[in-house]
Nanobody, 125 residues
Framework: VQLQASGGGLVQPGGSLRLSCAASGFALDYYVIGWFRQAPGKEREGVSSIDISDGSTDYADSVKGRFTISRDNAKNTVYLQMNSLKPEVTAVYYC???????????????????WGQGTQVTVSS
């Protein structure tokens, strides 16, 4: 099982980035995939999640309306489109596979069994 997160970078405030999470070694269709972020000195926090089986989604209140999570089943990839970026979203972003059967709105890291390596997002002028 592997998750490969990519797409981070340096962007100016108000800009956009699209993160990708490429999954391999398991059937993505049965799982919920979550995006998390961890800023320096802070705990890892859940940002968004998607149920691959039906496309249903969930977002943290802080990103609603600006972030969009989606999936491409044919490519075994989950995306996180981030718009209107602000400096406070600067962090390392991780994707992770949730344990089976828990559902959306579950963002405790111990409920996720496989993690991507993280991709740095920096919003700065």
């Amino acid at each position: 099982v592997q998750l490969q997160a990519s797409g981070g970078g340096l962007v100016q405030p108000g800009g956009s980035l699209r993160l990708s999470c490429a999954a391999s070694g398991f059937a993505l269709d049965y799982y919920v995939i979550g995006w998390f972020r961890q800023a320096p000195g802070k705990e890892r926090e859940g940002v968004s999640s998607i149920d691959i089986s039906d496309g249903s989604t969930d977002y943290a209140d802080s990103v609603k309306g600006r972030f969009t999570i989606s999936r491409d089943n044919a490519k075994n990839t989950v995306y996180l489109q981030m718009n209107s970026l602000k400096p406070e979203v600067t962090a390392v972003y991780y994707c992770a596979r949730q344990l089976l059967g828990l559902g959306l709105r579950i963002y405790s890291p111990h409920d996720y069994d496989f993690w991507g390596q993280g991709t740095q997002v920096t919003v700065s002028s």
